[in-house]
C-alpha cells in the first residue's frame, strides 16, 4: 500500500510509471510495426499472419484489455505530469518556446498525443469494429484507399512519428542510459527507430492510396 501510494503521489514515482508504460507500449509498436510489415510480401502473407494472431483465441482479449490499461495509465500520467510541469515552472516553459535546445518532438508531445488518441479511435472503428468475415488485406486496402482516411492516416502517422522521436529518447533516459560520451549516438538511434516504424505505417497507408494493385488489389 506504501509503494503504491508513493507511487501515485510521487513525481518520481509518476515518471517510473511513464517510463513502464512507455517502454511496454513501445514494445508494442514494435511488434506491430513488425507484422504489420508483412503487407510487403503480399496479400496472402499479411492474411497469414492476421490468421496466426487469430489463432491464439482467448489470448487477444486479454492482450486486449492489459494493452488499454497501458494505454490509459500512460495517457492519465503524461497529462497529470505536463500540467504539474507547466505549473512549477511556467517562466522555463516560456523560455525553452524561445530556445532551440528543445526538439520538435518534445516541443510537441501533448499535441501529438491527443492525435494519436483520436486516431486509435478511428483505427479501432475502421479495423476492430468491422465486419471480420472479410479478408484483412481486402478491409485495409478498402480503408485507406479512402483519401480522407488514408489522407488522416498520413497525418496521425508523422505525429506518432514526432511523439515516439521523443519518446523513445525519454525511455532511455528514463532507463538510465544517459552518459554525455554516448547521448548523441542514443538520440541519433532512438530517431532512427523511431523513423523505421514510422515509415512502415506510412508506406502501408500511402500505397494503400496510390497503387491499386497493393495488397491483391
Do not use: C
Amino acid at each position: 500500500m506504501a509503494l503504491r501510494n508513493r507511487l501515485l503521489t510521487s513525481s518520481i514515482g509518476r515518471k517510473g510509471i511513464m517510463a513502464v508504460s512507455g517502454l511496454l507500449l513501445s514494445l508494442f509498436l514494435l511488434v506491430h510495426a513488425a507484422g504489420n510489415s508483412t503487407t510487403f510480401f503480399g496479400a496472402e502473407a499479411f492474411n497469414s499472419y492476421a490468421a496466426h494472431l487469430h489463432a491464439l483465441n482467448w489470448l487477444i482479449p486479454v492482450f486486449e484489455m492489459g494493452l488499454i490499461a497501458i494505454f490509459l495509465l500512460h495517457i492519465f500520467f503524461g497529462i497529470m505530469l505536463t500540467l504539474e510541469n507547466y505549473q512549477a515552472r511556467p517562466s522555463r516553459y516560456l523560455a525553452a518556446r524561445s530556445s532551440g535546445g528543445r526538439t520538435p518532438g518534445s516541443r510537441t508531445m501533448i499535441f501529438t498525443g491527443m492525435l494519436i488518441l483520436v486516431f486509435l479511435a478511428v483505427h479501432l472503428k475502421n479495423f476492430h469494429f468491422t465486419d471480420h468475415s472479410r479478408r484483412i488485406s481486402v478491409i485495409v486496402r478498402e480503408i485507406l484507399a479512402q483519401p480522407l482516411i488514408g489522407g488522416f492516416y498520413l497525418l496521425a502517422m508523422a505525429g506518432l512519428g514526432l511523439h515516439i522521436s521523443h519518446g523513445f529518447w525519454s525511455l532511455l533516459q528514463s532507463l538510465g542510459l544517459n552518459h554525455p560520451k554516448y547521448n548523441i549516438f542514443l538520440y541519433r538511434a532512438a530517431l532512427t527507430a523511431a523513423l523505421m516504424v514510422t515509415m512502415i505505417f506510412v508506406l502501408i497507408a500511402g500505397l494503400s492510396m496510390m497503387w491499386p494493385e497493393f495488397l491483391g488489389g
